[in-house]
C-alpha cells in the first residue's frame, strides 16, 4: 500500500528519516582505521558537541540508547554504591534496573504516571541518605510523555555532591538542554529520536568529575569502555567497527541541524506540541501530563471510555498508514502515544489529528470532523 511506503512513522523512535540522510547511508564502505573515517570522526565530534552544549568529551558507542545507558553506569559505578534514580515511568525504571544488575543500591525517586519528578523530592531523598555517588535523571520519560526539570534536578544533585548522569535519548536536539551551563556530568543520546538518523549509534558525553569517578570505578566493562574509547578517539578511531552508514547519515542530518539552528528546533518541537494538545483536547480526549511538564517530543493521550487504544491504533495503521506507539507496562492498552521529534513539522501533525479524527468517528465516538484539525490551525495562526 502507498500509505505503508510513505512511512508515517508518530512513534517516539526510530523517528522518520531524511531522505538525504537515507541516500548518504548508500555510499561505500571505507577503512574505520584509515584518513577518511578519521576525518569523519573529527567532524561529527566536533559537531555533536555544539548539539550538547559542551566542552565536554563526547564518546561514540555503536549501540542503540540502552547501550549508552549501560556505559554511563558500568563506567561510573562501583558495585554497592548509593545511586538516586528518578523514575517517571519505564524509561526510568529501565535505568533503576541497569543499576541493579551492576550491583549498585538504587534508591528510586518515583512519580504518578504523567507527573514529573520534583527536585524537591529528589533533594529530600539526598538529604536523608548521606554518600549518594550519583543521581541518574530522565530528562523525557518517553513512556508517559513527561519532561523532569532536569536543570532543577541537576542544581540540587550538585548541591549534595553527586554526580549527575542522564538520559537525553528522547530529548537531545529536539529540546534545551544545557550540558555544561547545568552541570551534567554525563549526557547519553541515541541516534533514532532527534538526531534524525536509524538506530545503531549512541553518544556519551563526559565530564571532567566524571572522568574522575570513571577512573575510580570497579565495575566490570569492557565493550562499553569509556576510557579505551577516549583512547581510541585521541588516534581518531573508534576501539571497534563503528556503524559506519550511520555516521554518514549523521554528516548529512547534523549539517540540517546546524542550517535550521538549535534555537529554531526547539521552537519548531514547542509550537508542534501546543498545536498537537489543542487538536487532540478539541476532540474531547485527555492528554496524560498536565501542560506544565508535558514532553515535547512525544504525546501520551488517554484513550475515551470505550474505545480501546490499540484497536483505535490498528486502524489508523490499517486504513490510513499512520502510526502511533502504544501505552508500556502498566499504561497498556489505556493510552496512546505520538511521537513527535526529529524530522516533523506542522503538516505532519495536522495529519495525525486528521487520522484520529476519522478513526474515532469510525469506531463510534462522537467527533465533530474538522474540530481538531481546526484546533491545530488556529495555533500555526496565532
Ligand atoms: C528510546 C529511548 C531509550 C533507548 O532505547 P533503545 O531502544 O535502547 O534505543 C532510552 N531512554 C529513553 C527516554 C528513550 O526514549
Known amino acids: 500500500m502507498m500509505f505503508q511506503e510513505k512511512g508515517q512513522l508518530r512513534i517516539p523512535g526510530p523517528t522518520p528519516v531524511p531522505g538525504r540522510a537515507l541516500r548518504a547511508m548508500a555510499k561505500p564502505m571505507v577503512n574505520h582505521r584509515g584518513p ?24 561514540f558507542l555503536t549501540a542503540s540508547g540502552t547501550g ?7 563506567n561510573i559505578l562501583s ?58 535523571v530522565t530528562h523525557n520519560e518517553t513512556s ?33 538542554l544545557e550540558t555544561d551551563e ?64 550511520i555516521f554518514y547519515a549523521l554528516d548529512e542530518t547534523l549539517g540540517m541541524i546546524e542550517q535550521e539552528g538549535l534555537e529554531n528546533i526547539f521552537l519548531r518541537h514547542e509550537r508542534v506540541t501546543r498545536m498537537l494538545r489543542r487538536g487532540v483536547r478539541a476532540l474531547g480526549l485527555e492528554l496524560l501530563a498536565e501542560d506544565h511538564c508535558a514532553s515535547k517530543t512525544v504525546t501520551a493521550v488517554r484513550a475515551p471510555a470505550g474505545i480501546d487504544a490499540d484497536a483505535l491504533r490498528r486502524l489508523a495503521n490499517r486504513q490510513y498508514g499512520v502510526v502511533m506507539a502504544g501505552g508500556q507496562g502498566e499504561l497498556s492498552g489505556k493510552i496512546f502515544r505520538i511521537g513527535h521529534m526529529g524530522y516533523v513539522d506542522f503538516m505532519d501533525v495536522i495529519g495525525v489529528v486528521a487520522v484520529l479524527e476519522l478513526c474515532l468517528s469510525q469506531m463510534g465516538y462522537p467527533v465533530k470532523l474538522g474540530a481538531g484539525v481546526a484546533a491545530c490551525e488556529e495555533v500555526l495562526l496565532s
Open 79 to 136: 558495585p554497592q554504591d548509593k545511586v538516586v534514580v528518578t523514575v517517571a515511568g519505564y524509561f526510568g525504571e529501565r535505568f533503576a534496573k541497569i543499576c541493579e544488575g551492576y550491583g549498585a543500591q538504587v534508591i528510586r525517586v518515583k512519580s504518578e504516571p504523567g507527573r514529573p519528578v520534583e527536585p524537591s523530592s529528589i533533594e529530600e531523598r539526598l538529604a536523608s541518605s548521606p554518600g549518594v555517588k550519583a543521581v541518574f
Open 182 to 245: 547545568w552541570g551534567l556530568d554525563v549526557v547519553a543520546t541515541a541516534s533514532q529520536k532527534a538526531l534524525m538518523v536509524p538506530p545503531g549509534l549512541s553518544v556519551v558525553s563526559v565530564s571532567q568529575r566524571a572522568w574522575e569517578a570513571i577512573r575510580s570505578s570497579r565495575a566490570p566493562r569492557f565493550y562499553f569502555d569509556l576510557e579505551k574509547a577516549k583512547a581510541s578517539l585521541e588516534k581518531g578511531e573508534t576501539p571497534f567497527t563503528p556503524a559506519i552508514s
Open 144 to 176: 508517559t510523555g513527561v519532561q523532569n526539570d532536569l536543570e532543577g534536578i541537576s542544581r540540587v544533585a550538585r548541591g549534595h555532591g553527586a554526580l549527575v548522569v542522564v538520559d537525553a535519548v528522547s530529548s537531545l536536539g529536539a529540546v534545551r
Open 68 to 74: 549508552a545507558m549501560e556505559a554511563c553506569v558500568s
Open 36 to 59: 577518511e573515517f578519521r576525518d569523519l570522526l573529527k567532524g561529527l565530534t566536533d559537531r555533536v558537541k555544539r548539539v550538547f552544549k559542551t566542552q565536554n568529551d563526547v564518546i
